[in-house]
């Protein structure tokens, strides 16, 4: 297994300890260009390719092609840069490895406003208090995404959120539409709560497998069907179980997000195996990936919030954590962690 965890040098280091962020409002913060590094083909993930770390989901709509890769037992955790298929399909692929451009912004602590976007604070001025809920997102310091699929299920979600607010922390939902209409005073928690309500597409097909059109459809029809019960619509996606090609690439039109830390919890069901697996291995800028259908899931997660603000992890969603980082996220691109 080639670790493809790249590469980023930043080609212009002056030019990095000069220019300064500039936030926009909204949940997409523009950075400078440079600190954007987009990489080529290796590590796109083909849906023929079985390979291991590919279709780490539950396997709803899979056919026979996309069985389940058998993972080792003694292993709960993936790591998307280094088990990602390293099949190359040129010119074609772009994987983001974000990369953050140093915290060249010293100890200035930014406050999230209440729609998440980054309040821009003049250099010169000392930290100010947090829009929300005196929250303050510290880019000098430690952050991870905790973020949970194929729901909602308010029986998970609501426990989450319960403790997520006695530390004062985010996730990102990423909730399949078809779903929301069932859960919604959940979905317009989340919102309320300023965590990130975001797509899984409508009915969590395998989007490789789908022409355009109807890889356009789910997308849409998920950001519809979010937005229809929250007034939020989602402004990230993210495919089913993780897989593309170059037509999906082609046409979800917004920015796909993986993971950097496969849990596993779906395959476990296991609270102590789930936490372990992030505990063993989570770091700055991780992208954690759990899902929301299980207890065990619940479980794992009120044990995990306090025990990574423990740890000094600030809790944030993947919108915040990218503007925190200094990434643009951009439509048609994938990432799997901010760092
Ligand atoms: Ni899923």
């Known amino acids: 297994m080639k670790r493809l965890n790249l590469l980023v040098a930043f080609a212009a280091a002056g030019a990095i300890l000069t220019a300064q962020p500039v936030f926009a409002a909204g949940n997409s913060v523009m950075m400078n260009d440079s600190a954007v590094i987009t990489v080529g083909a290796a590590q796109a993930q083909e849906a023929s390719g079985g390979a291991p770390g590919m279709a780490a989901e539950p396997s709803q709509n899979s056919g026979p092609a996309m069985s389940q890769p058998e993972q080792g037992s003694g292993s709960a955790v993936i790591v998307a840069g280094s088990s990602q298929s390293s099949e ?158 170059a037509t999906v690439r082609a046409n979800t039109h917004m920015p796909m997000i993986q993971w950097s830390i496969d849990t596993l919890d779906w395959k476990t069901r296991n609270a102590d195996k789930t936490v372990a697996a992030v505990l063993d291995h989570v770091k700055d800028g991780d992208i954690i990936l759990m899902h929301e259908l299980y207890s065990q899931s619940g479980d794992a997660a009120v044990r995990l919030i306090p025990e990574l603000t423990n740890r000094g992890y600030q809790l944030v969603t993947v919108s915040e954590m990218a503007a925190a980082k200094g990434q643009a996220l951009e439509a048609g691109k994938i990432y799997s962690s901010f760092r």
């Not at 003049?122 to 949970?148: C, H, W, Y």
């Not at 309320?192 to 395998?206: D, F, I, L, P, Q």
């Not at 950001?223 to 996606?237: F, H, K, M, Y």
């Open 88 to 245: 190359a399909e040129a010119g074609t692929g772009t994987e983001i490895q974000s990369q953050a451009p140093g915290n060249d912004s010293g100890s200035i602590l930014q406050p999230v406003g209440p729609d998440g976007a980054i309040v821009p604070v003049e250099e010169e001025q000392k930290p100010t208090e947090a829009a929300q809920n005196g929250r303050v997102i510290d880019p000098s310091k430690p952050m991870v995404a905790l973020t949970f699929d194929d729901g909602p299920q308010s029986s998970v979600g609501n426990r989450i959120m319960d403790v997520l607010n006695q530390y004062n922390g985010k996730a990102t939902f990423f909730m399949v539409g078809e779903r929301v209409a069932s859960h919604a005073a959940e979905v317009q928690r989340m919102v309320a709560e300023g965590h990130e309500v975001a797509n899984h597409t409508m009915n969590h097909k395998y989007l490789q497998k789908l022409g355009a059109a109807e890889i356009q459809s789910q997308v849409a029809k998920g950001n519809d069907a979010i937005e229809a019960v929250c007034g939020v619509r989602p402004t990230i996606l993210r495919l089913p179980g993780g897989n593309h090609n």
